[in-house]
C-alpha cells in the first residue's frame, strides 16, 4: 500500500513539482541563511583562528576580540612572571591606513608579532619565509589582501597591475615602507581589510604617534599546565583578562576569547535578528507553500481516501501514506534545498572568501525543520481524511 | 453431509435513518425492511431520493441507522464500532460506483491491488491477483495504462475487478451503467452476472436503468425511504411500471 502511496504523489507531477518547490524554498532559505550567519559571525573571531596561540591576555575591559584596550609594555613583565607561564609575547593589532604605490589607500589589519618566537604567525605562507620578517621594513600579506591591493596598484612602467601583489612589492604605511618579503594564507575578517604583519618592534613605528600598542599578549603554558588553570592564575597575579583561544564552535569553552566574540556580536548586532528573521521566513513560506500544496493534494484525492476507506482501509493505513507521501517530498526537498544551498556557497566560495560555513549542524537543523513541515502537512491531510464520511462516495 | 447455509445474505428490519437537524429533518429511510439472498442478484430500484444509496450505505456500514438492525452474513452491524466496520468491508464487500472512483493517479493494476494491500497481502501477489482480475474483465494488456486513458466501459471494468479481487461475499453497486451508454451497460451487466454469481456471494445492484432489469433475479422496489414491493421475476415488471 506504501509503494502506491508514493506512486500516488509522484502520479501528479505538477503539484509534486509545487509540493518540491516549497519545500526546497525553504530547506534552501533555512540553510543557506544559517551558513552564512554562521559565515559572518565566524568572520568576527577570525584573528583567533589566524593568529594562533594557546592563551591571549587583555585588559581587563575587553569584552571581544576586535576592541584591543592597549596595554602597558611593563604588563609583559607581569604575565611572564606568573607561575605556570613559559613564554609570553606581545601583540599589536589596529586598522591603519595602507598606502598603494598608485596613492589609493586601503585600511589594513596590522599585526605585529614577536620577533624572536614568531608567536602568532600565520600558519600557511605559500610564498616567502617568516624568518625575513627580521629584515629591515619588512611585511608579510595575505593572499587575498595581495589580489585586493595588487588590483589597485600600479607597475614599474606606471600601469595598472592589475594582478596580486608579491614578494618584492612594496607599500607605504603612515609613510614607512612596507616591503613583502612572503604571502600567508589566512582566514578573512569581518572587518574586511588585509592582514599584514610584521614584527611588534615595526609595528610601533608604523603607529607612530600611538602611545601605547601592546594589544594583547600571547601565552604558552607549561607542560603540565592547562589554560584555563594558567588564565586563572595570570587574572589572580595581574588583574587582567585571560582568554582561551578555543575557536570551534561547538565545543569551546566559557573563557574562549573567540566565544566572547561571537556572543557580543550576538547580543550587541542586528546580525542574528536579520539572518534569524530569514530563516523564520523560510520556516513559514515552508510551512505555508508546502502546507497549502498537500493539503490541495489531499484535498483532490479526498474522494479517493474516501473511497479507500469504504473499501476497508483504516485511518491507520491512510495515516501512514499521508505521512509517507509527505515525508518523501520533505527528504527530496530538502536534498534539493540543501543542493541548491551547497552550489550557491560554492559559487561564493570562488568567487572570493565568502561567509558562507555549512555545519552538519545546520544540515541537520534544516532537516528537521524540513520533516516538521512535513509532519504538519500530513497531521493537516490526517486531519481532512479523518472527517470524510465513508458514505460519501456513493455520492457523485 | 454438511448442514444447509442460511440462504439469507443481508437482512435489515425496521431501518429508520434521517439527517440533518431535528427541526430540519431529511428522513432517507423509515422502518425500511430489505432482505437479499444467497446467490441473486437484487436490485433496487425507484425514484430519486427514494433511499437507495442510503439503504447500500446502511448495509455496507458507511452510514450507521438511528434504528434498526442489520446483518450482513450472519453478522450483525449495529454495535460495531468504526474499526471492527472497517475490518468487516475490508474481508466482505466489494464496490462499484456511479463514478468507478478510480485513482486517477495509479495504473489500472495499482488500482486493482488496492482491496488486496488493505488487507495486508505483500506487492508480488496482490500484482500476480490483479492481473489475473484483468484478465478475466477483458483487460490484459491495458494493466500499466491509467484509468483517464481508458473508456467509461473500460474504467467500470477496472472498477469490477477491483470490486472483486478479493473475493468478496457480498457487492454492492450503485448505479453501475449510468455513465455508460445502453450497449456498454448490458456488457457491464453481463460481466458482473458473469463473474459475481457463485452459490455464496450476494450482489445487490442500485440502478435507475430499466433496461438492466433484465440481469437480475429479483428486484425490490422503494418509495419514500421503505421497500414497497419485492418483484420475484423481473420479467413481470416491464418499464411502464417505473
Ligand atoms: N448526507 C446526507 N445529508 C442530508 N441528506 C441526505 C444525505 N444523504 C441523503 N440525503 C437525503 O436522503 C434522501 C435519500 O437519499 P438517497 O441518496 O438515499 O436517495 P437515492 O434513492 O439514492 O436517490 P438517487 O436515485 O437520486 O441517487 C434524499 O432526500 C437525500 O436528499
Ligand atoms: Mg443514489
Known amino acids: ?396 | 453431509m454438511s448442514p444447509v447455509a442460511p440462504i439469507v445474505a443481508v437482512r435489515a428490519s425496521g431501518v429508520d435513518m434521517f439527517f440533518g437537524t431535528p427541526e430540519n429533518q431529511v428522513v432517507a429511510l423509515k422502518q425500511a425492511d430489505f432482505e437479499a439472498r444467497r446467490g441473486e442478484l437484487i436490485m433496487l430500484v425507484g425514484p430519486s431520493g427514494c433511499g437507495k444509496t442510503t439503504l447500500l450505505s446502511v448495509i455496507a456500514g458507511t452510514l450507521t441507522p438511528q434504528a434498526g438492525t442489520v446483518e450482513v452474513f450472519g453478522q450483525r452491524l449495529d454495535g460495531l464500532g468504526q474499526e471492527e466496520l472497517t475490518a468487516f468491508r475490508r474481508k466482505h464487500l466489494g464496490f462499484v460506483f456511479q463514478s468507478f472512483n478510480l485513482i486517477p493517479t495509479l495504473t489500472v493494476v495499482e488500482n486493482v491491488m488496492v482491496p488486496l494491500l488493505i488487507q495486508g497481502l505483500a506487492n508480488d501477489e496482490a500484482h500476480a491477483r490483479a492481473k489475473a482480475m484483468l484478465d478475466q474483465v477483458g483487460l490484459k494488456g491495458r494493466e500499466d495504462d491509467r484509468p483517464d486513458g481508458l473508456s467509461g466501459g473500460q474504467q467500470q471494468r477496472v472498477a469490477i475487478a477491483r470490486a472483486l479481487v478479493h473475493e468478496p461475499p457480498l457487492l454492492i453497486c450503485d448505479e453501475p451503467t449510468s455513465a455508460l451508454d445502453k450497449d456498454t451497460g448490458a456488457h457491464i451487466m453481463q460481466l458482473v452476472r458473469d463473474l459475481s454469481r457463485s452459490p455464496e456471494r450476494c450482489v445487490v445492484v442500485v440502478t435507475h436503468d430499466h433496461r438492466i432489469f433484465r440481469f437480475s433475479d429479483r428486484i425490490a422496489e422503494m418509495e419514500d425511504g421503505r421497500i414497497s414491493r419485492v418483484f420475484d421475476d423481473p420479467k413481470l415488471l416491464d418499464a411502464s411500471h417505473l
Open chain 1, 1 to 396: 500500500m506504501y509503494r502506491l502511496a508514493l506512486n500516488m504523489l509522484f502520479g501528479d507531477r505538477a503539484k509534486l513539482a509545487m509540493l518540491l518547490c516549497g519545500l526546497a524554498f525553504s530547506a534552501l532559505l533555512m540553510a543557506q541563511q544559517s551558513s552564512v550567519f554562521f559565515g559572518i559571525m565566524s568572520w568576527t573571531y577570525t584573528p583567533m583562528v589566524n593568529i594562533r596561540a594557546q592563551i591571549w591576555v587583555s585588559d581587563s575591559m575587553v569584552e571581544q576580540v576586535n576592541d584591543a584596550k592597549p596595554l602597558r609594555d611593563t604588563d609583559l613583565g607581569r604575565v611572564r612572571s606568573v607561575d605556570g607561564v613559559a613564554w609570553a609575547a606581545p601583540l599589536h593589532t589596529s586598522f591603519v591606513q595602507a598606502r598603494m604605490q598608485d596613492g589609493n589607500f586601503k585600511l589594513i589589519t596590522l599585526v605585529g608579532i614577536d620577533a624572536d618566537t614568531f608567536a602568532g604567525a600565520p600558519a600557511v605562507l605559500t610564498q616567502g619565509r617568516i624568518e625575513d620578517l627580521r629584515l629591515p621594513d619588512t611585511v608579510i600579506v595575505d593572499e587575498w589582501g595581495a589580489a585586493l591591493m595588487g588590483r589597485m596598484g600600479v607597475g614599474p612602467d606606471g600601469q595598472p597591475r592589475n594582478q596580486p601583489l608579491t614578494v618584492g612589492d612594496t607599500f607605504e604605511i603612515n609613510d614607512i615602507q612596507a616591503r613583502i618579503v612572503g604571502i600567508c594564507k589566512v582566514r578573512r575578517a569581518f572587518t574586511g581589510g588585509p592582514f599584514v604583519y610584521t614584527t611588534y618592534d615595526r609595528a610601533k613605528g608604523y603607529t607612530l604617534g600611538a602611545r601605547r600598542t601592546l594589544s594583547f599578549m600571547l601565552v604558552e603554558p607549561q607542560k603540565g599546565v592547562t589554560p584555563i588553570e594558567l588564565c586563572d592564575r595570570i587574572e589572580r597575579a595581574t588583574g587582567l583578562k585571560a582568554w582561551t583561544s578555543d575557536t570551534v564552535i561547538w565545543s569551546w569553552g566559557e573563557r574562549s576569547l573567540a566565544r566572547n566574540t561571537f556572543w557580543w556580536f550576538w547580543t550587541n548586532t542586528g546580525i542574528p535578528f536579520s539572518f534569524g528573521t530569514a530563516v523564520l521566513l523560510g520556516l513559514f513560506v515552508g510551512i505555508a507553500i508546502s502546507g497549502q500544496t498537500f493539503y490541495s493534494f489531499v484535498l483532490e484525492n479526498l474522494k479517493y481516501f474516501a473511497a479507500l476507506k469504504a473499501m476497508g482501509a483504516g485511518m491507520g493505513i491512510i495515516a501512514r501514506m499521508l505521512f509517507i507521501q509527505a515525508f518523501s517530498a520533505g527528504l527530496i526537498g530538502f536534498g534539493l534545498g540543501v543542493g541548491m544551498a551547497q552550489a550557491i556557497g560554492r559559487v561564493m566560495i570562488e568567487k572570493g572568501m565568502p561567509p558562507f560555513v555549512m555545519y552538519p549542524q545546520i544540515l541537520w537543523a534544516t532537516f528537521v525543520l524540513v520533516l516538521g513541515i512535513s509532519f504538519v502537512s500530513a497531521v493537516i491531510g490526517i486531519i481532512k481524511v479523518s472527517r470524510v464520511d465513508a458514505a460519501a462516495v456513493f455520492r457523485g
